[in-house]
């Protein structure tokens, strides 16, 4: 049974199930959310937060917020005013697992949902530039949803929608998917980009101020593992613009441990690398 946040949704989204998921008892919940802050398991991992700790860096702000208004979950510092948020993520299973990516739309919203006004997902390519490709070239499914109302930070809603495998999408790759909506009178846009990193699909998520790290969207190795993380953590300067966004250049790369639920990658190297962001760097940050 689908909640009034669905039904608002209708009018945006034309992927809205008719139905909710059924797994096979046997199956693992592909959208497992073992410490249930609302983020499941594969996010935490894509977005760099712990996925046994509902609050990462314990400045008394969750995981959700900090991920959704993308910010530092991994650095305590002053929450952001509360206002509607809206944060794309694409997640991918482990190397090896049979399995679809996923789209998740993380939304937080300061009163009802029928506040968002607009709203749009789309695909970018580089070599397409200006050219907004539809979400249903990659085969939606039937999709998840999710809402839970807080008392101090909102409505918090996620609709999760299987994609093509990795490999599929991998062809893809360098793509970015985007997504813009207005909610109360605020315009949202929020981008993932994939990247081909050493043979790894990865994005780059928010870190710090002036950092962002490489990370993969599927976890490397099982959540028991002890192993730690190597992130790739680049700094960039902006060389350009045109129709397809913003042009950037790595002009620093740091390996640093980052997650105690991963296990090393390796990292890439960087400096030098030049590439273009849709909708420039705050569709990332946030501002
Ligand atoms: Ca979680
Ligand atoms: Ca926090």
Known sequence: MLGAAAIAFGGWLSFVPSHAPVLQADEV???????????PDVIEWAVMTNAANTDTDDDECPDFVEV????????????????????VVVTAPQPGVTGPTWLHLLFRFVG????????????????????RLPLNMLGFATMSFAERQTAAHGLWVRLSVPMVSEAMLRTLLPCTFEAEATIGGRSILTAVNLFDAQGVTSSLVPFAEDRLAMQS???????????????????????GSGIGGTVFEVVEADCEDCNELECSPGCP??????????????????G
């Open 217 to 239: 969207i599927g976890q490397l190795c099982g959540p028991t593992s002890s192993g730690s993380n190597r992130v790739c953590l680049l700094g960039l300067r902006r060389v």
């Open 112 to 131: 009802d949902p029928s506040l968002m006004t607009s709203f749009q997902c789309w695909i970018s390519l580089p070599g397409m530039q200006g050219v």
């Open 68 to 87: 959704v208004q993308r910010g530092t979950p991994r650095q305590r510092g002053v929450a952001r005013t509360l206002d509607h948020e809206m944060r």
């Open 29 to 39: 919940d592909p959208l497992l959310d073992a410490d249930d802050d609302f983020l």
């Open 269 to 286: 190297q960087s400096v030098g690398w030049i590439f273009t962001m849709p909708g420039g760097i705050e569709s990332i940050t946030g």
